[in-house]
């Protein structure tokens, strides 16, 4: 168990490595952890299951408030559903991941799912590392550790590609394939970062890490050194 209950924010783009190394430091320091970008993902599933036209926000926001999104926060088996339903695996599709912007720009869908993130965090008797995009600046402006991780389009691209063929980990092959992802990856910082609700950006307390020539077990260590930095002052 960690020495004391500590909430850790972890920000930043897509591909910089918040999901790993969060679920990691998790695991490592006995914490619990959430995947805010997952909740994003689980509303926006059940809206297009549903049929709500995701690119009008009033349809959007009248019906945020009907789906119940439950987190599981076990790093080592973390778990999402939609009204019972495990949605892990279909969130990570491209119908989603096309529309999961817009959905979480509208400002009824953010309060939401800002209250449930609150109240998961509040319950993390051991701490909690909390991953997304506004925890630093949002939704846990407390936070005891906050960090911004960046990296590289390039790298980011290469990372999300080698995962999506199941070969993370290795150089991505298949130069349009990469070129395609970075785009995608892109359009959807733009559209993240440009929302007028609470946007993906670094909180101004926040240490920032360059993960593009790091390994995961270096970011990992990085942030486990601020954690327990933090437990010392
Ligand atoms: N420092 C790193 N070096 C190499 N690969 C990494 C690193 N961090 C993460 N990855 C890999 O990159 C991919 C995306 O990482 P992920 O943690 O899902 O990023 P994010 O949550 O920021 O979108 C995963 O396949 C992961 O294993
Ligand atoms: N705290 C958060 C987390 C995610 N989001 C939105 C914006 C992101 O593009 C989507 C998906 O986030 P997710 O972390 O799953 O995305 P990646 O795994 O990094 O590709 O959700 C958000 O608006 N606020």
Redesign the pocket.
Known sequence: MAATPVVVAI?G???TG??STSKAVAARMGMRYL????Q??AITWWMLHAGVDIDDPRAVAAAAGKPSIVSGTDPLAPTITVDGTDVAAPIRGERV?GA??AV?AVPEV?TLITELQRSIAAQADGGIVV?????GTT?LPDADVKIFLTASPEVRAARRSAEVSGRAGTPAAGGTDVAATQAALLR?DA??SGRKT?P?AKAGDATEVDTSELTLEQVIECVVTLIEERGRR
Do not use: F, H, M, Q
């Open positions: 920000d783009p897509s591909g918040k999901s995947d805010t970008g997952a994003y993902r991941t999961v912007s979480s953010r991953e997304g995009r506004d925890i939704v959807r559209a993240d609470s993906l």
